[in-house]
């Protein structure tokens, strides 16, 4: 009996088996399909994330949308997709999109996105405005957004108080310090901690009010919670540390900070998607500060060194062109500096410190008319400039009243001033009278106690001053008071400034007060004539020859020449050491006159000075110099001896436009043979510019 078998034929087997594969691929293929799926576009959103968290916002939003083109519909996405066009600026279609989404968003995530929004708004408004000659219309509205938040009851206390930080930094940037600093110190006083982009923005208010040192304090523990890096929206805290240390009078400490950052910084960056560098925009900004650093203290050819070579690698970067042309123009080079204002404004019209130095420039070279204009374009395009208001007051001041006074008062035994002398000079000049002129009123006195008895000389009278490029002009009229001479001095003069480097000058008297005062004691007077011609290289290098020409009433003629070169030794912050040679020399016609007139003189002398800077907060300074000057002098007929001088003074600014100064020197040399010597106070005030 032949049993049937219970196992299919082969055949029958593999269509069953081929079934069964076919039965298991149309069960969960879909659903590995769907797992790759899942997995792509969960890769797409964590490399947004990641894109976002980095900094790189335009890429996060380019793979965001990448998501929705395939699932429009995924409410992660969705979110994020508002999120990220609210941190690029475009709020307005961020909440369009926000408004649409499904489900809706909770009260509380539409607060916080509004937060959100304002706190972009506050970073975008400090870009480049859309329009330069209103720069602060996108900084108002997000103070006064920021505002409406902060002082909403109904938001969470924790959004407001965030507000209340975003508004703090907004008035900052507004360039609004008051209203910052007085919200900082009210949190001040509360005993909040702010955070490190708070810190930052109200030690920036701080600096703005002078207050540096606690805006130093402010910033150092920014940079102590949050060293950086920093988005390329914010600027590097410690250039402005940098600057808090400086005007707190921590000079190296400054110096150290801003030196460091440079050091820090390469020169060149990589940009994710472009086969090239590109320049690093935060190591110029360290270098433009080190160098405008020096120009702070005074050192302008260090800071001139650094900004050359910044210049040649970057010739059509117009901010670098206007630091160069101010450090130019420090360093006595007005012509030169116009030249690359005037660059800096043909690269970038919206250079506001370039006009700022064309307004100064032209005021070096007494070029008045245009700087109205130059001042107002500088206005236009920065209103809030603390800058700008610094170079509007100041010239306010140069163009008003002007008024001068300088005495002395001697005690030794010269010829020509006596036992005890003293002479006093005081001038006020008139507002600018369409920006050529002034009137002025001015008027001397000198007295003498010689061996014959008491002189003096006084005179009082008025004049005119003339301005144009590069050229002042003046003649006056000054009738005697006193009982001597009786004659009126009719005076004029120019000092001509030729080029950067050349300048010529020239007083014409005819009673000049050049004349001895024993000359005036007999009745004598003198028409003088003296010119100078000036070659002055920079700041460290000068040289000057002077010619003069006495004709006195008595028939003596005088000729006399004083050549001198000048040098910087050594320069550091606020402080210059100097040294030079002088020659010069005197003829005589005649000899056998009452007051000292050798048939001829000469002299030389090397000399020396130092300045420095004692103390300085903002206009307020007092500065000291020391001069000295030691040679021979030698008188034909007489031996030839030594001569010295020695004089101690200074200078304290009281506040903007107002110095008072004192000195006492003292001198010696022979006379005739005869060695005399003069001890002498000096006094001086100014008030105007």
């Not at 405005?129 to 900084?139: G, L, T």
């Amino acid at each position: 009996m032949k049993l049937n078998s219970t196992t299919c034929p082969r055949a029958a087997r593999v269509s069953r088996a081929r079934l069964c594969l076919a039965l298991l691929l149309a069960v969960h293929g879909p659903l590995a399909l769907a797992a790759d799926h899942a997995a792509e576009r969960d890769a797409l959103m964590a490399t947004a994330r990641q894109e976002r968290d980095a900094g790189h916002r335009v890429d996060a939003l380019a793979h965001c949308q990448a998501v929705l083109e395939r699932w429009p519909g995924d409410r992660e996405a969705q979110a994020l997709n508002v999120a990220l066009l609210t941190e690029l600026g475009a709020s307005t279609r961020a909440g369009e999109l926000a408004a649409s989404l499904q489900p809706g968003l909770s009260m509380a995530e539409r607060n916080r996105l509004g937060a959100d929004r304002v706190a972009e708004e506050i970073r975008w408004a400090d870009g480049e405005p859309a329009d330069p000659f209103h720069p602060y219309v996108e900084a108002d509205k997000s103070v006064e957004d920021a505002r409406r938040v902060a002082d909403d009851p109904q938001l969470p206390s924790d959004l407001r108080r965030r507000a209340g930080f975003d508004l703090l930094v907004a008035l900052s940037r507004a360039g609004r310090p008051d209203e910052a600093v007085a919200r900082y110190d009210a949190l001040h006083a509360q005993g909040v901690s702010l955070p490190p982009y708070v810190e930052r923005a109200a030690a920036d208010a701080l600096l703005a009010k002078r207050r540096p040192a606690e805006a130093a304090a402010l910033y150092e523990d920014s940079i102590a919670k949050d060293p950086g890096p920093y988005d390329p929206s914010e600027s590097e805290p410690r250039i402005g540390l940098m600057y808090a240390y400086l005007e707190s009078g921590q000079t190296q400490k400054a110096f150290r900070t801003i030196d460091e950052l440079a050091s820090k910084e390469t020169p060149w960056i990589r940009v994710p998607g472009s086969a090239l560098p590109i320049q690093n925009p935060r190591k110029l900004d360290a270098d433009l500060n080190a160098a405008a650093v020096r120009d702070y203290v005074d050192m302008h050819a260090d800071a001139y060194a650094r900004l050359e070579p910044l210049h040649r690698e970057a010739p059509a970067n117009a901010q670098l062109r206007s630091e160069l042309g101010m450090t130019e123009l420090a360093r006595g080079w007005p012509r030169r500096a116009l030249d690359d204002f005037d660059i800096a404004l043909t690269l970038d019209p919206r250079e506001a410190g370039a006009y700022v130095g064309k307004a100064n420039a032209s005021r070096v070279l007494d070029d008045y008319a245009p700087v109205d204009a130059y001042l107002a374009a500088a206005r236009s395009l920065a209103e809030r400039s603390p800058r700008v208001d610094r170079a509007q007051a100041s010239w306010d001041r140069e163009r008003g009243w002007q008024f001068d006074v300088e005495a002395e008062r001697g005690k030794g035994s010269s010829p020509d001033f006596g036992d005890r002398d003293g002479s006093t000079q005081a001038t006020i000049a008139s507002p600018l009278i369409d920006n050529h002129w002034r009137v002025i009123a001015l008027g001397r006195y000198s007295t003498a106690d010689l061996p014959e008895g008491n002189v003096r000389r006084s005179r009082a009278g008025v004049g005119i001053r003339a301005y144009t490029r590069g050229l002042e002009a003046y003649v006056q009229a000054l009738p005697s008071t006193d009982r001597y001479v009786g004659k009126t001095a009719i005076e004029a003069g120019f000092d001509w400034s030729l080029s950067d480097r050349w300048a010529w000058s020239a007083d014409y008297s005819t009673a000049g007060d050049d004349t001895p005062l024993r000359a005036q004691f007999y009745g004598i007077s003198a028409k003088t004539l003296d010119t100078t011609v000036t070659w002055r290289v920079s700041e460290l290098t000068q040289a000057r020859l002077g010619l003069s020409r006495d004709d006195f009433s008595d028939g003596n003629r005088r000729t006399g020449w004083l050549a001198s070169i000048v040098r910087r030794m050594h320069t550091s912050p606020n402080l210059a050491l100097d040294g030079g040679v002088e020659l010069g020399g005197s003829m005589n016609t005649r000899t056998d006159r009452p007051y000292f007139n050798p048939r001829r003189d000469w002299s030389y002398a090397l000399t020396g000075r130092l300045e420095n800077v004692l103390g300085q907060f903002y206009e307020r300074s007092v500065t000291q110099r020391i001069d000295a000057a030691v040679g021979q002098y030698a008188e034909r007929g007489y031996a030839t001896g030594w001569m010295a001088s020695l004089r101690y003074g200074q200078i304290v600014q009281t506040g903007p436009g107002f110095h008072v100064g004192w000195g006492i020197g003292w001198h010696n040399q022979p006379y005739d043979g005869r060695r005399e010597h003069r001890v002498v106070l000096d006094l001086t005030l100014h008030w105007g510019e």
